[in-house]
């Protein structure tokens, strides 16, 4: 938990499937929200937590993700609007529960759009994108292998030089977030009064 005083909304992000939540561009998507004056939670799945590499089912990512973020809700980021989002798998967890979670905003930091390599087409996960009503921004690589979602009624997406990893230009990462949030913070309501509680809780979670 990174909280700061007297927080605009808080900023929950996930890690994607291959690493945990000391991602690069996690990292800058931090800093960037620190800056913006955002309080920030990095959330590491239980499978990692666990010590396992391989990601559980999407039910269980689903259930396991809601389940932090109401428990978030209720204790350090209470009164806060939270925006949600994640790198690569995390940033399809943040949309298919953006409902569920009660989110302001979705942040995706690399959408895995469509797996690449497949010998048999397989189906784009654009429609997870697509469910998304509240304002979305998506960082993406310009030579993603996964491909690069198009914008959308409430999506902007932000191409960035580099791939899938977004280590080429960590600086535009963090330029697109901060700018993103800068707008949502300026919207009518998000101004919520300080937190209760400025208790640090240990990063990463569950």
């Not at 994607?16 to 561009?25: C, I, W, Y």
């Not at 784009?124 to 198009?150: C, I, K």
């Not at 580099?162 to 949030?181: E, P, T």
Request: with cysteine.
């Amino acid at each position: 938990m990174y909280p700061i005083e007297k927080p605009k909304l808080a900023l929950v992000l996930g890690h994607g499937a291959g690493g945990g939540v000391e991602s690069r561009d996690l990292m800058a998507a931090r800093d960037a929200a620190l800056a913006e004056g955002l309080t920030v939670a990095l959330v590491e799945q239980p499978y990692r937590v666990a010590g396992r590499r391989s990601p559980a089912p999407a039910k269980q990512l689903d259930a396991a993700w809601t389940a932090v973020v109401e428990a978030l809700r209720g204790n350090d980021l209470s009164g806060l609007p939270v925006i949600v989002g994640g790198r690569s798998l995390g940033a399809r967890v943040a949309c298919r529960t953006v409902a569920a979670t009660g989110a302001v905003g979705v942040l995706c930091l690399a959408f895995p759009l469509l797996p690449p390599g497949r010998s048999k087409p397989v189906p784009s996960r654009l429609p997870e994108l697509d469910a998304v009503r509240v304002p979305t921004l998506v960082v993406q690589g310009e030579s993603d292998p996964f491909g690069v979602p198009p914008p959308g009624k409430n999506r902007t997406v932000v191409g960035v030089r580099g791939d899938h990893s977004l280590r080429s230009d960590l600086d535009a990462v963090a330029a697109a977030v901060r700018a993103w949030l800068a707008e949502l913070t300026e919207e009518p309501g998000y101004n919520a009064p300080p937190r209760r509680d400025s208790r640090v809780a240990k990063g990463g979670g569950l």
